[in-house]
């Protein structure tokens, strides 16, 4: 199982005074360690929607320069995990309402789409690390939050790896954490993504290559995290992001 690098790296060499450092090479970015930082503090939730990402800060805590942050941050913008805003900074994406229904239809789209094809493609080597992961999560102490939304998000992605396909790999890991930042909205803060007994009866059904019924459990569970989020309303949602949301709508009514 892939883990996450340190948050905490030095610069491999001492920031230039004049010179900006060499730009990242984007065919890389998603294994940037601050990038892969960022992504799981979203992913734990530990980063929250709307929640300012000051370059300053992010240069301290990571050891890095400016300029790599803003890298980072332009290729996250760029997964609908990060918004920047012209001159107030980078915010972690708050989806709108509609924005996190359709995220979740659409993981319900393709992840019973994975989970057919996983069985499919089922192999000796498949079945070891996904039993692997099973017991893991079995044994996996849930009061132990942040290690169990990473836990839980694991199980979707390796289902869609064991579906062999790169581009619905890639499309459930971005949907994942586009999951984290719907119901990190929409539901009450601090909610696992994953109710935690759906993953045994699905991972079961795989290993029996049951697919009518794998499928129908996988549809089940995502229809659950739906179920869940509901839009919010009122005066206590008001933060900085919405504010400057506001701003812009009046802005647009007022010019058109
Ligand atoms: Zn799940």
């Keep these: 199982m892939k883990r996450s690098r340190p948050l905490r790296r030095k610069p491999k060499r001492p920031e230039p005074k004049r010179q900006e450092p060499d730009a990242i090479d984007l065919r890389s970015t998603d294994d940037d360690p601050v990038v892969q ?46 918004m920047q805003i012209p001159n107030r900074g980078a915010f972690v994406y708050r989806p709108s309402w509609e924005e996190a229904k359709d995220i979740l239809a659409a993981r319900r789209v393709i992840e019973t789409a994975t989970v057919s094809a996983a069985i499919d493609r089922l192999d000796k080597a498949g079945r070891a690390e996904l039993k692997a992961h099973m017991e893991l999560e079995a044994r996996h102490d849930r009061n132990d939050r942040w290690a169990s939304l990473s836990l839980t998000a694991e199980f979707h992605v390796l289902v869609a790896k064991l579906a062999g396909n790169r581009v619905l790999l890639e499309m459930s890991r971005e949907l994942m954490l586009r999951t984290s930042l719907a119901i990190a909205t929409f539901e009450q803060p601090g909610e696992p993504d994953c109710l935690p007994d759906a993953h045994p009866d699905i991972g079961a059904l795989i290993l029996a290559r049951d697919k009518a019924s794998a499928i129908d459990a996988m549809r089940h569970h995502i229809e659950e995290m739906e179920q869940r989020i509901r ?24 010019g058109g």
């Design 37 to 82: 930082g960022i992504l799981t503090a979203i992913s734990q939730k530990r980063l929250k929607p709307g929640a300012k990402l000051g370059e300053d800060k992010l240069a301290k805590a990571f050891g890095t320069t400016r300029i790599h942050i803003r890298q980072a941050l332009s290729h996250l913008a760029s997964r609908k995990v990060v």
């Design 231 to 254: 839009p919010k309303e009122g005066a206590d949602e008001v933060d900085e992001l919405t504010a400057i949301f506001r701003e812009i709508d009046a802005r647009g009514r007022a």
